[in-house]
C-alpha cells in the first residue's frame, strides 16, 4: 500500500528556520518523481516543488524561491524540505506525494502544519 508519511511542522517565528521530512513507502522511492504541496487555510492545495528520482529539481514555486531548498535521500525513501526565513503566508497543511497519481497513488498523507507567527 503507498503511504506518505509527514512530520517536521510546528510553530515558528517569521524570518525562523523548519525542516520538513516525507518518508514514502509501497513502492520504490527512487523511481518515482516526489512534490511538495502545501494547503494554507481557505485556499486550494498548491505545488512547491517538484524533484525526480535523480534529484534533479524541476520545480519550485516562485513563492518560495531562495528561501525553500528541497532534497531526497533515495535510500531512506525521505524527501526533505528545508524552509528558511520563513514567512506567515507560508503557514499551512504541508503534504508530500509522488508527482504520478495512477492507480494507488491518489491518497493522501496527513500532513504536518506549518505555522508561521510572532
Known amino acids: 500500500q503507498v503511504q506518505f508519511v509527514e512530520s517536521g511542522g510546528g510553530l515558528a517565528q517569521p524570518g525562523g528556520s523548519l525542516r520538513l521530512t516525507c518518508v514514502g513507502s509501497?513502492?520504490?522511492?527512487?523511481?518515482?518523481?516526489m512534490n511538495w504541496y502545501r494547503q494554507a487555510p481557505g485556499k486550494e492545495r498548491e505545488l512547491v516543488s517538484s524533484?525526480?528520482?535523480?534529484?534533479?529539481?524541476?520545480f519550485m514555486a516562485d513563492s518560495v524561491k531562495g528561501r525553500f531548498t528541497v532534497s531526497r535521500d533515495n535510500a531512506e525513501n525521505t524527501m526533505y524540505l528545508q524552509m528558511r526565513n520563513l514567512k506567515s503566508e507560508d503557514t499551512a497543511v504541508y503534504y508530500c506525494?509522488?508527482?504520478?497519481?495512477?492507480?494507488?497513488?491518489?491518497?493522501w498523507g496527513q500532513g504536518t502544519q506549518v505555522t508561521v507567527s510572532s
Open positions: 506525494k509522488t508527482a504520478y497519481s495512477g492507480p494507488d497513488f491518489n491518497s
Open positions: 524533484m525526480t528520482g535523480r534529484n534533479e529539481l524541476t
Open positions: 509501497g513502492f520504490i522511492f527512487s523511481e518515482y518523481s
